[in-house]
């Protein structure tokens, strides 16, 4: 019988060894690489702030979020070094001065002003607070007592939980407004007013605090029995809470950018830095070091200071867990 040959579009049988033919026209030739030697973003990873996510598919092993699940193992990153952490920092800190600098002014004009207004109600129910000033050979001192009593200290703890709550507010609608700088989104200075999951950012840095109370509080009892042990143990304490904000460095965009829970936020952070400490640490010498330069001229420098340390904190954050991070703009 004579052969028929194969209907239209099927592919005619593979050739002797088994090689596939290539693919008949028609078909989709993969993606060009993009340009600037950036990878594309994970796919299925959508980008804060409502906008539609990159299409294609999550790598093996990733969650919903384009992201290892919180607390995994085996985060994976792009190569990162402190070196371009500084310089992506600058390069959009210098892209968006405007849009960075006024939202750090009314946030902390805000701080003040409900930090001073309780202040003000604390001492006004307490008339026994007093102020004393003397002056000495060597020039002019100040000092001041304060006994705020039952009533005035009932009103700052109040301030210290409406700080609180400010606080995690804020942290979570600049660092949202960071994050879409590192989308490569277009930012204005109302996309760093709005906050995304607050409540986790507040419980994420009440869980934070309570891990640094208990370890200086530690580090502390043997001073309790012997006094004479204080020059010790003050030391230790710096380097444990050093430590610890190393550690726990990446709650608050982790929180933030994978909408994580409180406690999966401090996990993922832990996680993270574990295995990189070493890098991490380095970071964080850097933005110490930022922030004691832009210190020095009245604390004027922190208007950019601040910036530049949360940039190179989502950068780092970004490139050490695998994330997308927007190219240098030129």
């Known amino acids: 019988m004579t052969d028929q040959p194969p209907p239209?579009?099927?592919?005619?049988?593979?050739?002797?060894?088994?090689?596939?033919?290539?693919?008949?026209?028609?078909?989709?030739?993969?993606?060009?690489?993009?340009?600037?030697?950036?990878?594309?973003?994970?796919?299925?990873?959508?980008?804060?702030?409502?906008?539609?996510?990159?299409?294609?598919?999550?790598?093996?092993?990733?969650?919903?979020?384009?992201?290892?699940?919180?607390?995994?193992?085996?985060?994976?990153?792009?190569p990162y070094s402190v070196g371009d952490a500084f310089s992506w920092a600058w390069n959009k800190f210098l892209k968006h001065p405007a849009e960075l600098i006024v939202p750090g002014l009314v946030y902390g004009a805000a701080i003040g002003a409900v930090y001073a207004i309780f202040m003000l109600i604390a001492t006004a129910v307490s008339p026994d607070t007093t102020s004393s000033y003397e002056s000495y050979d060597s020039g002019f001192g100040v000092s001041a007592s304060s006994n705020l009593g039952f009533a005035g200290g009932a009103v700052m703890f109040v301030g210290a939980i409406v700080l609180l709550v400010m606080s995690g507010w804020i942290a979570a609608a600049y660092t949202a407004g960071l994050l879409d700088i590192a989308n490569g989104q277009p930012v204005t200075i109302g996309s760093f007013f709005?906050?995304?999951?607050?409540?986790?950012?507040?419980?994420?840095?009440?869980?934070?605090?309570?891990?640094?109370?208990?370890?200086?509080?530690?580090?502390?009892?043997?001073?309790?029995?012997?006094?004479?042990?204080?020059?010790?143990?003050?030391?230790?304490?710096?380097?444990?809470?050093?430590?610890?904000?190393?550690?726990?460095?990446?709650?608050?965009?982790?929180?933030?950018?994978?909408?994580?829970?409180?406690?999966?936020?401090?996990?993922?952070?832990?996680?993270l830095v574990k295995p990189k400490f070493g890098t991490v640490l380095l970071t964080v010498l850097v933005m110490v070091a930022i922030s004691i330069v832009g210190s020095i001229p009245c604390g004027l420098g922190l208007i950019v200071g601040i910036p530049l340390i949360l940039l190179i904190q989502v950068y780092a954050w970004r490139r050490l867990s695998g994330g997308p991070v927007a190219p240098l703009t030129p």
């Not at 596939?20 to 028609?26: A, R, V």
């Not at 610890?244 to 965009?253: A, I, Q």
């Not at 994978?258 to 832990?270: C, E, I, M, P, Q």
């Open 8 to 78: 239209p579009g099927n592919y005619p049988p593979p050739p002797e060894g088994g090689y596939p033919p290539p693919p008949q026209s028609g078909g989709y030739p993969p993606p060009p690489p993009q340009g600037g030697g950036y990878p594309p973003p994970p796919g299925g990873y959508p980008p804060p702030g409502g906008y539609p996510s990159p299409g294609g598919y999550p790598p093996p092993g990733y969650g919903a979020a384009g992201y290892p699940p919180a607390g995994a193992p085996g985060f994976g990153g792009a």
């Open 194 to 271: 709005k906050p995304r999951n607050v409540g986790n950012v507040i419980l994420a840095t009440v869980l934070v605090g309570l891990i640094v109370f208990a370890v200086v509080l530690v580090l502390f009892l043997p001073v309790i029995l012997l006094p004479g042990l204080v020059f010790l143990s003050t030391p230790l304490a710096w380097i444990a809470e050093l430590l610890l904000g190393v550690l726990f460095l990446f709650t608050t965009v982790a929180a933030v950018d994978r909408n994580l829970k409180g406690v999966d936020a401090v996990k993922t952070s832990f996680n």
